[in-house]
């Protein structure tokens, strides 16, 4: 596997602006199909004027025509964030569902290696912890997030068939909340909403007690997993993510040490089927790709800070 040229869906968006930037350091040539429903040109921008980036303005749930050789295929083209997908349930449906149909048939036609983003959503609120790739999950099918988890669930489900029926060389890789700059501000996301709160000065918002657990990787080990995944010939599913759980009260008061922040912690409602644990057993990622996160919360949490800081300072300005 050379990753000569890669098509990555939903390349502008946050995790895809990442991969696009590393499999550039690497030598290799990158189309980027994305329309920016849910991210802008800013995040490609540094990209453009390098010769072997190309951008496709697409809708992924169109088909996809991609001329010339293709050796990989990088699905992450998807609402991603709360916000948008409940801003867009359907539109969010058809990412998830026709985008990743898409996507595989465009694989088909190159006879290339496909390596499609789920989530750990697809687990619901699990009732099993950590969450392994044997577990089938808890998703309530008609609640309000059923729009992402059950088209996610949909993506896998494609992707086996694609494999059984088509002989395509399909992954799935189960993407555990994932930070790191780039992230919008007001995404609604729990580290880039703290830090914003933090670097605001405004109260920080903890949903319920902030008992419920969460395991946060920073994107620069998920894309190395990531990549680490598409240049095996592994099915998956394999969970990506960093299996230190912590819980969200204690990310609050980390966002708030590392910003310098003098902002409190202010509790709201719950939200609604929102998962009271959640991290990921990744030995399967350990024993196949020999892949494990090595960038601490503290560390990835001040990365992260230069980053939300500088877009805010970018608002004040216009
Ligand atoms: P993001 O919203 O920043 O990026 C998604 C990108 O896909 C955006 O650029 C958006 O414009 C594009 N897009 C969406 N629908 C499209 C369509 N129909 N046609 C063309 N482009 C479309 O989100 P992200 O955090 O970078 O997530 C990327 C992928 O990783 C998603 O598939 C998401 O489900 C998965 N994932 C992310 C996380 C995380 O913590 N960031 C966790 C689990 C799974």
């Not at 058809?94 to 595989?104: H, I, N, V, W």
């Not at 088909?108 to 699990?126: L, Q």
């Amino acid at each position: 596997m050379t990753f000569e040229r890669v098509v990555v869906t939903g390349g502008a968006g946050f995790l895809g602006s990442h991969v696009c930037a590393e499999l550039l350091r690497r030598g290799s040539r990158v189309v980027c199909v994305d329309d920016f429903r849910t991210s802008t040109a800013d995040n490609i921008e540094a990209f453009l004027a390098d010769q072997r980036f190309e951008l496709g303005v697409a809708d992924v749930a169109e088909p996809i025509e991609v001329p010339g050789d293709v050796d990989t295929v990088l699905h992450l083209a998807c609402p991603a964030s709360p916000v948008d997908y409940l801003r867009m349930p359907i539109e969010t449906l058809r990412s998830g569902g026709f985008g990743t149909l898409r996507a595989l048939e465009l694989a088909a036609r190159h006879d290339a290696r496909i390596v499609v983003a789920s989530t750990s959503e697809v687990y619901g609120d699990p009732v099993e912890h950590p969450q392994r790739e044997t577990y089938w999950g808890n998703v309530n099918p008609i609640g309000p997030r059923s729009v992402y988890d059950e088209a996610k669930r949909f993506g896998e489900a494609l992707t086996e068939a694609f494999r059984r029926e088509h002989g395509v060389r399909t992954g799935i890789v189960r993407i555990f909340n994932t930070y790191g700059p780039r992230m919008r501000p007001g995404d609604g996301r729990m580290v880039p909403t703290f830090l914003r709160q933090a670097l605001a000065g405004e109260p920080l918002t903890v949903h319920g007690k902030g008992e419920q657990t969460r395991s946060l990787c920073y994107v620069d080990d998920l894309v190395r997993g990531l990549l680490a995944m598409a240049a095996s010939d592994h099915a998956g599913p394999v969970n990506l993510g960093n299996p230190e759980e912590v819980t969200v009260i204690e990310v609050a008061r980390r966002v708030i040490e590392v910003t310098g922040s003098r902002s409190p912690i202010e509790h709201v409602e719950p939200m609604q089927d929102d998962p009271r644990r959640r991290c990921p057993d990744i030995r399967l990622a350990q024993r196949l790709l020999a892949w494990k996160p090595e960038i601490s919360l503290y560390d990835g949490l001040r990365m992260t800070a230069g980053s939300v800081g500088h877009v805010l300072a970018g608002q004040r300005l216009t």
